[in-house]
């Protein structure tokens, strides 16, 4: 079934172009199960167009942070039309949520998933709330303004951070240590700044959760976010089974690195660099040879991956390398209404590059797996679930890394660069966690306290085997770089719950049958958000699961191919 009640033709300049779509929708009578079902793709296709409306704003100031009109068009959103819109959504929500329809459909139960989130934004709206997250908005954008704008000057030449970033791969420690010094002292010089702005952030959140019923901002987002199917205690115990099953193996990760670089102390500047002082692995030399390595990667794999890459090849949606002005990080961004989505990400040639296409070209082909489903919701996956796509992706993809990496030594450093990407980001993505849950759980606390309980936390995941002897306070806010604590917050647990998802995918892949892996993986894909976690999971051929002993289990995998990759 197709709709099309959003006029094709249509322009928003400001709220008022969609409130008479959302007035008609409100009127509209509802006296059987097909107006029922109409009016759920009524819904459907404007909310698609909405978000596809807001994507193209986010996208175009992404990708030109200093183009004032890109900018303009993005807070016009965010700050007008967005909160005009809210009181006129959330009636929506309530007339869905009243209708007796929901369980006489053939959507399975797939409606009830939709139902339960419907219900959910109905129970936390609160009118007070909306000037409150339009300014969060637009804090948000001053954040991504702030780190878009970071640059460094090397040689003469002005680069970006990320560019600099490339520096800490190099064999000479000199040039390391002056790239990784500023580096930092070009993030230090921000530091108060974003510490104001993330206190102001905090206070307008505290107040949000206030509003809407809650003791703390926590427990609201858990609401807000969909996570029905596990708590904050299983938060908590995830920070602690990586605790005692991931960081074991991160230290013997940096032991070696100690033993191989002849050194009694590992800097924060010796932590990219190969340990046996080769160069730097440069997969490719400009966007279009990793994208096109990328498709051939893909087509290795499976030829359907590569065709959605290929297509958005064509279609013009991608922007893949580094440039002045340009916001930091990718991300993939579906695009509801056109069912494809466009991937933006900072290529500075190098392997963290490659992992980062891979990543998105899962986010990538999750949406065009998703496009045959009837409604915009079916599709807005948890991020649980979309990471799940994504970092399976950077995984099973190592399989065909050759198209690369055409020497046997350099694909395995390549992979073993990757497996220790996964095992160090477990901790990382634990104090992170861990610290959201603090905050939030202390609204009233001061910087002070702020910082102190972040370096309690970077002593609880770490390895103590870096030396930061004279630059203990580069450490204070080096949490500022998380862009999700300012942009989506809470939203980073997510990762972790779905590293551990992705680990599942690649051993099925190695040690089972890589067909059914593959298999699995794309039945998964297709179920966008029809199912509850637990189900998703089962069906991609892993477990829901945080507990210690399976987390080992994962975790003694993902040595046992460490210590393949180094051998």
Known sequence: MASSFVPESLVVQNADDLKALYQALLDRKIDSVNDFNQLLLDVSDLDSFISEDMAWRYIRMTCDTLNKDHEESYLQFVQHIQPELAPFEDLLNQKLVEQPYWNTNDFDNALAIYYRSLKSAVDLFR????????????????????????????????????????????????????????????????ADKLDALFTKMIGLRHQIALNAGFENYRDYMFVALGRFDYTAQDCKDFHTSIEKNAIPLLKDVHLLRKSQMKTDVLNPWDLQVDPLQRKPLKPFETGDEMRDKGIAVLNDLDPFFAECLQTMKEKSLLDLSSRVGKAPGGYNYPLARTNMPFI?????????????????AGHAIHSFQMAPLHLNAFKNTPSEVAELASMSMELISMSAWNRYFAEDESLNRAKTEQIEGVIGTLPWIATIDAFQHWIY??????????????????????????????????????????????????????????????????????????????????????LG?????????????????FSAAYVKELMDFVGVQWSKSVE
């Open 127 to 190: 009118e007070a709330n909306i000037p409150l997250q339009a300014e969060l908005s637009t804090l948000a954008q001053e954040y991504s303004a702030t780190q878009g704008a970071m640059s460094i000057d090397w040689e003469g030449k002005e680069i970006t951070l990320q560019q600099a970033s490339n520096l800490l791969l190099e064999t000479d420690t000199a040039t390391r240590k002056k790239a990784w010094l500023l580096i930092q002292e070009r993030r230090q010089l921000e």
């Open 344 to 360: 933006f990400m900072n290529a500075t040639s190098n392997l963290r590059d490659v992992e980062t296409l891979l990543h998105e």
């Open 441 to 526: 759980e202390h609204p009233n606390h001061t910087s002070d306290e702020r910082k102190a309980q972040w370096k309690q936390l970077l002593k609880r995941f770490g390895t103590g085997m870096v030396d930061h002897d004279g630059y203990e306070h580069f450490l204070d806010y080096a949490w500022q770089r998380q862009l999700h604590l300012f942009e989506v917050p809470f939203y980073y647990i997510e990762y972790g719950i779905a590293q551990l998802g992705a680990v599942g995918i690649w051993r099925n892949y190695m040690e089972q049958n890589a067909e059914k892996a593959l298999d699995d993986y794309k039945a998964f894909m297709k």
């Open 529 to 545: 958000y029809t199912r509850s976690m637990g189900e998703i999971y089962e069906t991609a051929g892993v477990k829901f699961d």
